[in-house]
């Protein structure tokens, strides 16, 4: 039905950037909420930032001004730009997507693969 797939994450040391990308496709008719989810290894995941189609936007207070959320809903993409990194961000980072797949239907979440995010101290 809705795929959506990431691209972006990889190895990056304490201090830099990584860029995070997702792009959902199939039967959609609106989506709602669009963003970032991460679990590091023993920790249950949490919320990084999402945002609404109409641009609010939900950011973790552990990433707060040092990362920025944007969407294109015309292409139904979603980016994180990571910046300032630290170790404690190493985990793998999910797409998620609060779809619609038709008109006055209930919108479920869809999940991207995640994307393993390490940073070295």
């Known amino acids: 039905q809705v795929q959506l797939v990431v691209s972006g994450g990889g190895l990056v040391q304490s201090g830099g950037s990584l860029r995070l990308s997702c792009a959902a496709s199939g039967t959609i008719f609106s989506i709602n909420n669009m963003g970032w989810y991460r679990q590091a290894p023993g920790k249950q995941r949490e919320l990084v930032a999402t945002?609404?189609?109409?641009?609010?936007?939900n950011l973790a207070d552990s990433v707060k001004g040092r990362v920025t959320i944007s969407r294109d809903n015309t292409k139904n993409t979603v980016s994180l730009q990571m910046n300032s990194l630290k170790p404690d961000d190493t985990a793998v980072y999910y797409c998620n997507a609060v779809v619609a797949t038709m008109k006055d239907t209930v919108a479920f979440d869809f999940w991207g693969q995640g994307t393993q995010v390490t940073v070295s101290s």
């Open positions: 945002m609404t189609s109409g641009g609010y936007r």
